[in-house]
């Protein structure tokens, strides 16, 4: 009532600073009511003794304090401008009684610390855990003259009439401020947290601060601060100001100049009072809500140390090295381009002068042997043979005898092309079907063939089919911008919550090898992911270059580009690149803040991209039924779908992984039915019976063989390997669902493209030298590329903690890490992959299309 009135006496309307029982934060005010205005705490008009002894530095003093006494201790030291010595003082009381409880509050200039003890620190749940021994660093504001003497006070006050023994100290910490390079060694407890002070050295405007234990657990905090008062330094307080982390045996912070004013900070590490936010065991929950739990020995010893970081000529460097690896591709690519131009030429000019050419040179130019067939004769099909030679006699004269005004290709008009193709010896005999009218519109009567050949599947008109592929390219630019622009908004919102907070727990990065620039934290992982884009556009170059010459070819007539090859269709090679660099921009917006709950972002266009290789191998020898852009992209949003649950329900689902191997393995049935019958079913009520009417005449009854020998090899081959991948997510069910769900897509990838090249060789095709070696090339870059993948810096299964054991130092020019290089083979080994894809099927060029086969 006394304090009540004195209130009202100096703020006459009520308003005005809260008096000490509004606001109990104050320990300046509290104080100020315990100690000077009498009544303490106690009875009304009871008194409390005051004691002031002059005390120092390193002497332990024994006492006991009541609620009818109070002890004030004073000290002094000089402080100097120029060095800075931390003082410590350490605490500790023998009563755990709650009721018997100390509070020290220490009053000194620009600060005041108080605590009490034994210290009650909450965990999970509310989980009460004391402490009877305390230790603490006390705030040293900074002076301003070259030596002064700072006096600060240490009070001693219960509002337990019982009297409670306790021991005080304070000494000073002689290494209170860190050096550039040098190790230190400290212990730290939920108790008793550390800090330090770090100013830095001319010439150094960014510095890592390092702090590493031998011990996974206790999980510890480290943080960096400004030099103020008061210091946060408890686990229910250290997370306010600053940048923080948690820890077990690693943790780094970049910190830059630029964000301290006063050119310094503080390194604070507290260890917490529980495990979980670090991936250790769940604690058991109290019986009562004012349970208290015996902590146990929670000790850690840790090491700090902090060295510069990289400078701006780094940087640069890094940036050049990027720029230059990639832009050798350009250059490359041009100097390839003008050597095949030159060939070009020359082969024009020989053209042009046929009569300076040998017969073998003429034929050699045609594409064919001095025997007027193709180098390359095709394998038999039991009694299936070569029956004729791809272009007659009469052709081949007329051929090189009739040039171009301007180019000097070989031509003919649509007129005799047509006459050519129905003249030509085919590779459909007539005893090999019917006769009937409807040969040319009938789909079943053609694709029930024993052996196809491309002409047999490339029987639509190419302008519908050329616009059916186009709308791969315009579906995926269109997915590409819906999908982009919330990512970026996203993770620009992800940056900013993490500058705004300092929680460095939000994103896993490499902190180790985290170099900001500007808002980024971690420039050189977004950087590394140039080379998707810059390759992706090339590729996008080289096709476009293609798509002019054979567009070009088609108005002139060439009789290469109208009856001879692989049916050029480029709208999935745009679609191809163009994900490319979807990827690279997609994947460095997830390196701008990679976590839990975007890493999508990274994998989306990962799933596309083999899907759509997959999709171009099918459609070179399958032009007329391979899927449409409609049902493809629907696929691949299925998939992506199943990522996201997998990767939020299937950690420990027994039922979600029970559900997708079922699908998965129903998916691979129902894809392979499509594959065998080239399209040629239906998904109806009457399938099972079919099914099983099948399996009785053909197996049972007949027991007769496949009639597709090799397709059924290959998918007898793919539902092995699905089945078996099926089986192991199943039973493993491992933590990475994106990661195996990629797995799964690579696998079926890399076995059909094996299938192709087995199946190209033994029909009697060759690969050339350029497509050989993009294939050597890009195997090696992949096997490289894959090591430093499967490094693992950092992984966003685990917690925060857990995944920066798994941080390591840059290894590249000192500012790339394993994951940037990750990138920079990945890109390249993609580009040749995609590549391979343009180029592996050249040698058909002057193959005339009955004379391809089917597989």
């Known amino acids: 009532m006394l304090l009540r009135n004195y209130w009202k006496s100096r703020h006459k309307n009520g308003r005005g600073p809260a008096p000490c029982w509004i606001r109990p934060g104050l320990a300046a005010v509290l104080w100020f009511c315990v100690t000077q205005l009498g009544s303490g705490g106690g009875a009304v008009g009871e008194t409390k003794s005051v004691v002031q002894k002059d005390a120092e530095f390193d002497v332990t003093y024994n006492d006991t304090v009541t609620s009818e006494n109070q002890t004030i201790y004073a000290f002094n030291h000089t402080v100097s401008r120029n060095k800075t010595e931390g003082v410590r003082l350490s605490v500790d009381v023998l009563s755990q009684d709650l009721d018997s409880t100390i509070l020290f509050v220490v009053r000194q200039k620009q600060a005041v610390l108080s ?58 910490v002689e290494s209170f401020t860190l050096q550039t390079d040098k190790k230190f060694s400290f212990t730290a407890s939920p108790s008793q947290p550390q800090y330090f002070k770090y100013v830095f050295p001319d010439g150094v405007d960014t510095v890592i601060v390092k702090v590493n234990s031998d011990m996974t657990f206790p999980c510890s905090v480290m943080s960096i601060q400004d030099i103020q008062c008061p210091v946060y330094d408890l686990d229910n307080n250290v997370a306010f100001i600053g940048m923080y982390q948690t820890m077990t045996k690693k943790g780094a912070i970049t910190v830059q100049r630029k964000d301290f004013p006063s050119n310094s900070f503080y390194v604070v590490v507290v260890v917490k009072t529980e495990d979980e936010a670090c991936g250790g065991p769940l604690r058991f929950y109290p019986l009562r809500p004012d349970e208290l739990i015996d902590a146990g020995n929670r000790s850690k010893v840790l090491d700090v140390v902090v060295t510069p970081a990289i400078n701006s000529k780094v940087y640069v460097m890094g940036m ?129 063939k024993k052996f196809l050949c491309v002409a047999d599947l490339a029987r639509k008109d190419k302008r519908v089919l050329s616009k059916k592929y186009q709308i791969y390219f315009w579906n995926i630019a ?28 939000i994103c896993y990065y490499n902190f180790l090898c985290a170099h900001p620039l500007g808002a980024l934290s971690a420039f050189n992982n977004i950087l590394s992911n140039l080379g998707y884009v810059m390759l992706g556009l090339l590729f996008l170059l080289i096709v476009l ?13 060439d009789l290469n580009a109208l009856e001879c090859g692989i049916p050029k269709h480029f709208g999935l090679f745009y679609a191809m690149g163009t994900a490319l660099m979807m990827e690279g921009l997609l994947s460095a917006c997830y390196h701008v803040c990679p976590n839990y709950t975007n890493f999508q972002f990274d994998t ?215 994951h940037d290089i990750w990138h920079f083979l990945s890109s390249i080994a993609m580009f040749g992959s995609f590549l391979v894809l343009l180029t592996m099927d050249d040698d058909l060029d002057t193959v005339q299309r009955d004379k391809i086969y089917v597989f």
């Open 604 to 818: 989306s266009f990962m799933y596309m991209i083999a899907g759509l290789c997959m999709l171009k191998l099918y459609q070179k020898r399958h032009p007329d039924i391979n899927a449409s852009a409609y049902t493809a992209y629907a696929c691949l949003a299925a998939v992506i779908f199943f990522s996201v649950l997998g990767v939020v329900f299937g950690k420990g689902n027994t039922v979600f992984w029970i559900i997708f191997s079922v699908i998965h393995i129903l998916a691979t049935l129902l894809l392979s039915t499509q594959l065998y019958y080239m399209g040629r079913w239906r998904l109806d009520s009457g399938v099972l019976r079919r099914m099983v009417y099948i399996i009785y005449t053909d197996s049972i009854r007949q027991c007769s063989g496949p009639m597709y020998i090799d397709r059924m090899v290959l998918l007898v081959m793919g539902n092995i390997v699905n089945w078996s991948l099926a089986a192991y997510g199943l039973i493993e069910r491992p933590n990475d669902f994106a990661s195996y769900l990629l797995a799964i897509a690579i696998c079926n990838l890399l076995l059909y493209f094996a299938f192709y090249i087995i199946m190209k060789l033994r029909s009697g095709e060759r690969i050339q030298c350029l497509a050989l070696v993009c294939i050597l090339f890009t195997a090696v870059i992949w096997g490289f590329a894959l090591y430093f993948f499967f490094q693992g810096l950092s992984t966003w299964q685990k917690t925060p903690a857990e995944s920066r054991e798994h941080n390591r130092d840059c290894i590249l020019l000192s500012f790339f890490d394993d």
């Open 320 to 448: 050049l090295f990027c720029l230059g690896i990639f832009f050798s591709f350009y250059l490359l690519t041009f100097l390839m381009a003008c050597v095949e131009n030159k060939r070009m030429n020359k082969k024009r000019e020989l053209f042009q002068n046929p009569s300076d050419m040998s017969p073998a040179e003429t034929a050699s130019l045609l594409g064919k042997n001095g025997d007027g067939k193709t180098p390359a004769s095709p394998y038999e099909y039991g009694s299936f043979a070569d029956n004729g030679s791809t272009l007659s006699s009469e052709a081949i004269t007329d051929s090189a005898t009739s040039t171009d005004n301007n180019y000097g290709y070989m031509e003919r008009s649509l007129d005799s092309v047509g006459r050519s193709r129905q003249e030509s010896l085919s590779s459909v005999e007539e005893d090999d079907y019917d006769t009937l009218d409807d040969i040319n519109s009938d789909k079943n009567i053609v694709r029930t």
């Open 478 to 505: 269109t997915i590409a911008v819906f999908y982009a622009l919330p990512v970026i908004q996203l993770v620009i919102t992800y940056q900013t919550v993490v500058n705004v907070t300092g929680n460095q727990d």
């Open 115 to 172: 605590f009490q003890v034994p210290l009650i620190l909450r965990g999970l749940y509310q989980r009460k855990y004391p402490y009877n021994h305390v230790g603490r660093t006390l705030c040293q504001p900074p002076t301003r003259a070259a030596s002064e003497t700072q006096y600060f006070f240490v009070d001693v006050s219960t509002l337990s009439s019982q009297g409670t023994n306790y021991q005080l100290r304070v000494s000073r």
């Open 545 to 557: 270059k293609r798509d002019i010459v054979h567009n070009r070819a088609l108005v002139r007539n």
